[in-house]
C-alpha cells in the first residue's frame, strides 16, 4: 500500500508569493491533516479534513486555508507569504480520524520564504 | 486546552545505555496516547501508543504505560542502539493531535 505522498518536497518562495502544497493519502482514509513544524514553535496543528469539509482548524490566519477532494487527496494554500512562514508542512492521513486512530505521516514539504 | 510537554532535549547516551523520557498531559476527556519518532529527513512514524489507562504500548523494545493518575506517558527502552538516534515526539488525540515539542536523542557508539 502506498504511503502518504506529499508534493513538492521542496519549495523556495518570496514573500508575498501564494503556495499550494498537495497530499494524497493513503488509500481508503478519508481523514486529512495538516501540520506545521518549525524549530522554534514545533508542531502546530493547521486543520483537518473529513470527506471534503474541514472538521478541526488549528489557531493560524486565514491566509492558511485547505481543500479536499472527493478522492480524499488534499491541498493547502498560503497566500501572502511571510518570512515566518518557511517551515516543514506534514500531511497525515487516517482512515477515520478517530481518537483511537494513529495518524500516517507524509515525509513533508519544505517551503523556504526569501 | 489539551496539550502535551515532554522532557527537554538534547539526550545523549552512550549504546546500550537506558532511556527514559518523560511526557505528561493535560486533556479534559480520555484522549489516546502516541509516541511517534522523525528520522532525519522523514516524516513522523508511530512508534507505540496507549489508548485507555494503565494500558502498555510497545515496539522495537520501546514501552510506555498510560498512567492516568499521574497524567503521564514516559517513553522508556531498556538498552538503546545507534539506530535509534531521531527526535522522538509524544502526543494526544482527543481528536485532533496534540504534540509535545520533540525530544532529540543521539546515541554514541
Known sequence: KAGVTQ????????RGQQVTLSCSPISGHRSVSWYQQT??????????????????????????????????????NVSTLELGDSALYLCASSPSGQVNTEAFFGQGTRLTVV | GDSVTQMEGPVTLSEEAFLTINCTYTATGY?????????????????????KADDKGSNKGFEATYRKETTSFHLEKGSVQVS???VYFCALSDPDMRFGAGTRLTVKP
Open chain 2, 84 to 86: 535509534d538516534s531521531a
Open chain 1, 7 to 14: 508534493t513538492p518536497r521542496y519549495l523556495i518562495k518570496t
Open chain 2, 31 to 51: 484522549p489516546s496516547l502516541f509516541w511517534y519518532v522523525q528520522y532525519p529527513g522523514e516524516g513522523l512514524q508511530l512508534l507505540l501508543k496507549a489508548t
Open chain 1, 39 to 76: 524549530p522554534g514553535q514545533g508542531l502546530q496543528f493547521l486543520f483537518e479534513y473529513f470527506s471534503e469539509t474541514q472538521r478541526n482548524k488549528g489557531n493560524f490566519p486565514g491566509r492558511f486555508s485547505g481543500r479536499q477532494f472527493s478522492n480524499s487527496r488534499s491541498e493547502m
